[in-house]
Antibody, heavy 118, light 107 residues
Framework: EVQLLVSGGGLVQPGGSLRLSCAAS????????MTWVRQAPGKGLEWVSG????????FYADSVKGRFTVSRDSSKNTLYLQMNSLRDEDTAVYYC???????????WGQGTLVTVSS | EIVMTQSPATLSVSPGERATLSCRAS??????LAWYQQKPGQAPRLLIY???TRATDIPATFSGSGSGTEFTLTISSLQSEDFAVYYC?????????FGGGTKVEIK
């Protein structure tokens, strides 16, 4: 059974930083492209970032480019999202997801809430 | 950026009836279109990819069709567990983009 366990969310002040983690099990993590998707309270889904299986390629939404960094550690089967210079509008539940044969999202973690507020 | 537009925003349907959800792309995404179901407090679940291929363990009551810019998700006979919000997503171009969602509610 594929499991994606997301952690690291919490309350942070504007301008602060957080690092999210997504621990994967039940899949071949080293050969899986991965993504982060967020959902603001009561709103729809917004893609945030993606990383190829080899980590050679990373992709970002314009709204987070230059502030967020995606990375992965295949020795730990873990995906990361380093979030800097956080803004009120970054408040959301953040999900990690495993990419399928194309960049559709086959398995999703349970999400972690990030609240940016003073 | 490709804009995905879903309609209607809310669909009221009686159990056992058919539901038809639409998704339109601002430019062609070929057949690189996925559909997801999300229930309150849960992560989304993949239903359809490649516009018409059902994901693993998705029942045949769900079907997808379309290509280019116009897509449809059909739920042939709504069960109680199917009342949820449905999102389409294109993966033909960066950035990946989602539609705003269609909420399927009990009539």
């Amino acid at each position: 059974e594929v499991q994606l366990l997301v952690s690291g969310g919490g309350l942070v002040q504007p301008g602060g930083s957080l690092r999210l983690s997504c621990a994967a099990s039940g899949l071949t993590f080293s050969s899986s492209a991965m993504t982060w998707v967020r959902q603001a309270p009561g709103k729809g889904l917004e893609w945030v970032s993606g990383i190829s299986a080899s980590a050679d390629n990373t992709f970002y939404a314009d709204s987070v480019k230059g502030r967020f960094t995606v990375s992965r550690d295949s020795s730990k089967n873990t995906l990361y999202l380093q979030m800097n210079s956080l803004r009120d509008e970054d408040t959301a539940v953040y999900y990690c997801a495993k990419v399928g044969g194309g960049w559709y999202l086959v398995y999703w973690g349970q999400g972690t809430l990030v609240t940016v507020s003073s | 950026e490709i804009v995905m537009t879903q309609s209607p925003a809310t669909l009221s349907v009686s159990p056992g009836e058919r539901a038809t959800l639409s998704c339109r792309a601002s430019q062609s995404v070929n057949n690189k279109l996925a559909w997801y179901q999300q229930k309150p407090g849960q992560a989304p679940r993949l239903l359809i990819y490649g516009a018409s291929t059902r994901a693993t363990d998705i029942p045949a009551t769900f079907s997808g069709s379309g290509s280019g810019t116009e897509f449809t998700l059909t739920i042939s006979s709504l069960q109680s567990e199917d009342f949820a919000v449905y999102y389409c997503q294109q993966y033909n171009n960066w950035p990946l983009t989602f539609g705003g969602g269609t909420k399927v509610e009990i009539k």
